[in-house]
């Protein structure tokens, strides 16, 4: 079982719709959770972050954990073009003090 | 304020070779860590200094090392370059130790011939 699971999609989404990106986690003990955004070629950026069940909205973002069922979720409202890129979830843990990432869901904003 | 700083941006080294990448850290922040991305991958994780100490380290070889500096500013160096080597390499910057937000600097872009 790999630690972190997410769906490398692409997921399409047309402008304007809600964009929901999920991702399982293996480590039960992990307290902290992560989202970054990817644009192609660049580094990653922190979007969001969360460490208490439930939810936590920033914007147009809003992060969902659920500790019980380990699983984490990312929705965008409002979808632009300009949201179009990699989404990498990580956790906090995994053996040693280190963020472990997911491979990354690619998201695809269509005019 | 400046963010994470990292140079060189790109860089293109030999098999056999030693190669040195820089990072300094958000204004404030005390640890560094460093991390490997390959193309399709996550970043995966190599080390982590804090007050000039190594407090984490992953799966790699030996060939890799790193060291932190009084100013917390970073060197990750790696010898006997492997064509497998090539990938992006990624500095983070946090307030300390801990599970805190990692900021990404831009990353040096190292491409093994």
């Known amino acids: 079982q790999k630690e972190v699971e997410q769906n490398s999609g692409p997921l399409s989404v047309p402008e304007g719709a809600i964009a929901s990106l999920n991702c399982t986690y293996s480590?039960?003990?992990?307290?902290?959770f992560f989202w970054y955004r990817q644009y192609s070629g660049k580094s990653p950026e922190l979007i969001m972050f969360?460490?208490?069940?439930g939810d936590k909205e920033d914007g147009r973002f809003t992060a969902q954990l659920n500790k019980a069922s380990q699983y984490v979720s990312l929705l965008i409202r409002d979808s632009q073009p300009s949201d179009s890129a990699t989404y990498l979830c990580?956790?906090?843990?995994?053996?040693?003090?280190?963020?472990?990432f997911g491979t990354g869901t690619q998201l695809k904003v269509e005019l | 304020d400046a963010g994470v700083t990292q140079s060189p941006t790109h860089l293109i080294k030999t098999r056999g070779q030693q190669v040195t990448l820089r990072c300094s850290p958000i204004s404030g922040h005390k640890s560094v860590s460093w991390y490997q991305q390959v193309l399709g991958q996550g970043p995966q994780f190599i080390f982590q200094y804090y007050e000039k100490e190594e407090r984490g380290r992953g799966n790699f070889p030996d060939r890799f090392s790193a060291r932190q500096f009084p100013n917390y500013s970073s060197e990750l160096n790696v010898n006997a370059l492997l064509l497998g080597d090539s990938a992006l390499y990624l500095c983070?910057?946090?307030?300390?130790?801990?599970?805190?937000?990692?900021?990404f600097g831009p990353g040096t872009r190292l491409t093994v011939t």
């Open positions: 983070a910057s946090s307030i300390g130790q801990g599970s805190y937000e990692q900021y």
């Open positions: 990580a956790f906090w843990g995994g053996g040693g003090n280190k963020l472990t």
């Open positions: 480590d039960r003990g992990s307290q902290s």
């Open positions: 969360i460490y208490s069940n």
